[in-house]
């Protein structure tokens, strides 16, 4: 419980829509975060290659417009893009939390890749629950994607935006005892006159919350909107005011709750860097734990079935977080 090491949360806008030049931007950000000093990096929800905000927007069937790019330029599992992303973990002895649009056959996913500092592979984990508009797009996840991983940076586990406000998904991952967390959410610049709970208030207290109550680490990253997205989907006035750009508000909070660093502007690409020691959590712990000394689990539990599931009983999918993929010779090269 002594170690320490350095943790970063990206802040950033990936090449929209375009999966190779978004994956290229994200090496370019491991690379940065490891000479920086840092072990562990998270990245923002569908970081590669950029959060469908269409969905947001207008009707589907403007929307469609969208689905072909989207579906090509989405990652597979052994595809170059995740084998690229393996080697720039191994090659920079750094581990990544990577948000994507992940696609397992004919379904999208919001999902996150775990990659170990040696390139493996622990975990493409999906979105339980894709949130209102998002379910027009991307499919569910499953009782496979909630768990959390041991790691030698901590037990490890991940939730993307709302996840985060679901409260038996809180108490899944805490009470397998975790330790960091990474929460990837997407730029807060939706709806501000019209939605105050999809702003960066409401979303941030969320992140603020979950450190407290889980007394975990919280590598916050989110991204940023920018008129490039706007040129790409062809937004119209009503469009732009409806999604402002910027939106950033990357944080990592400690176990109790309080931040670790300084904000970027919430219009500014850049990494925001921190220090996890994980002997702080002890004390944290010592206040309240749910899933110790604070919980009661003879008047309430939570029933969780950590299964995979599919259309054909018995076959397993690859996509779940217990397909453990270490980088291959292909990948090492």
Known sequence: MTQIYRAAAVQAAPVFLDIKASTDKACALIKEAADNGAKLIGFPETFLPGYPFWIWLGPPVWGMQFVGRYFENSITLGSPELKQLQRACRDNDISAVIGMNYRDHGTLYIAQAIIGSDGTLHAIRRKLKPTHAERTVFGE??????????????????????????????????????????????????????????????????????????????????????????????????????????????????????????????????????????????????????????????????????????????????????????????AAE
């Open 141 to 330: 996840g499953d009782g496979s994607d909630m768990l959390v991983l041991d790691t030698p940076l901590g037990r490890l586990g991940a939730l993307n935006c709302w996840e985060h406000l679901q409260p038996l998904n809180r108490q899944l991952l805490i009470g397998q005892h975790e330790q960091v967390h990474v929460a990837s959410w997407p730029g807060f610049g939706l709806y501000k006159e019209q939605a105050y709970a999809l702003g960066a208030q409401v979303n941030e207290a969320a992140t603020i919350t979950y450190a407290a109550e889980a007394q975990a680490f919280v590598i916050a990253a989110t991204l940023v909107i920018t008129d490039e997205m706007h040129d790409v989907m062809g937004s119209d006035d009503m469009q732009r005011s409806l999604l402002e750009t910027g939106g950033g508000q990357a944080m990592i909070y400690g176990p109790d709750g309080r931040p670790l660093a300084d904000k970027l502007p919430h219009d500014a690409e850049g990494l925001v860097y921190a220090d996890i020691d994980l002997s702080l959590i002890a004390y944290a712990k010592a206040a309240g734990d749910p899933a110790g000394h604070y919980a009661r689990p003879d008047v309430a539990y939570v029933v969780f079935d950590p299964s995979r599931k599919d259309v054909l009983s018995g076959t397993p999918r690859s996509a779940g977080p217990l397909a453990m993929a270490p980088a291959d010779e292909e």
